[in-house]
Structures are given as structure tokens and as C-alpha cells.
């Protein structure tokens, strides 16, 4: 499907740039376990047919897990 493989390209670019910022900041092993975790649950709630957007809130412009 086109919009997987734009939404792919996309999320794998993000997190390239997330990654290499990160390792511009000499971040710690547990910053890409937390990023890990995140995306992990967000996998999981998927595979379960749950939203993963459930799970997270925009409150005063920052998104946060509930």
C-alpha cells in the first residue's frame, strides 16, 4: 500500500534523526531503552487491535502517556 511505504519512510527517517540526535548528545544506554519501550507498547497495542493512541494525551501542546 502507498501510505505504509510513505509512512515507513517517514517514521524510519524520524527516527535516524532521533537517534543521531541522541548520539550528538552523548545520551545514555537507558534514553534508547525508553525510546524502545515506547515503541515497543505502541507495537504491542497494535498486534492486540488497540489504538495506541489510547494511551497518550496532548495536554497544553505536550504529549504525554496517561
Given amino acids: 500500500m502507498p501510505t505504509d511505504t510513505m509512512l ?3 517514521v524510519r527517517n524520524r527516527t ?4 543521531y540526535t ?3 548528545y552523548a ?9 524502545l519501550r515506547i515503541a ?5 497495542d497494535v498486534d492486540s487491535g ?3 493512541g489510547d ?3 496532548d495536554i497544553n501542546g505536550q ?3 496517561l
Fill in 22 to 24: 541522541l548520539s550528538n
Fill in 55 to 57: 494511551r497518550l494525551a
Fill in 50 to 52: 488497540i489504538d495506541p
Fill in 40 to 44: 515497543q507498547q505502541a507495537k504491542d
Fill in 16 to 19: 535516524l534523526n532521533l537517534v
Fill in 27 to 35: 545520551a545514555d544506554p537507558d534514553v534508547y531503552g525508553e525510546l
Fill in 8 to 10: 515507513l519512510d517517514y
Fill in 63 to 65: 504529549i504525554v502517556e
